[in-house]
């Protein structure tokens, strides 16, 4: 039997390594992103929303970095109404 993989789609392992990296690189401390991680865990709970699991990993890291000045939530909003409206990829990018 063959175990189940630990990420259903390419963008969480990517979300999952950038959070590692970043917080290798000491743009914050991983204590921060597990409370962050907390936090929209919570929210999500208490407006009974059965968010991914991923999704509110990702979501923490743009609370996270966006707090930090790290990156702006103009930038985050763009990015993301950028790859809702882009053409379906395949899961990989291309």
Excluded: C, N
């Excluded at 969480?12 to 917080?23: G, H, I, K, R, Y």
């Excluded at 409370?35 to 996270?64: C, K, N, T, V």
Aim: no cysteine; proline share 5%.
């Amino acid at each position: 039997m063959r175990p189940e993989a630990p990420f259903r789609e390419p963008w969480e392992a990517q979300a999952f390594a950038l959070a590692v990296e970043l917080s290798d690189r000491g743009v914050f401390e991983w204590r921060e992103f597990s409370l962050m991680l907390g936090a929209e865990i919570r929210s999500a709970q208490e407006r009974g929303r059965d968010e991914p699991y991923y999704a509110l990993w990702l979501a923490a890291l743009e609370r996270l970095l966006a707090g930090k000045g790290v990156v702006s939530t103009v930038v985050i909003d763009a990015r993301e109404a950028a790859m809702k409206s882009a053409p379906a990829r395949d899961g990989h990018g291309a």
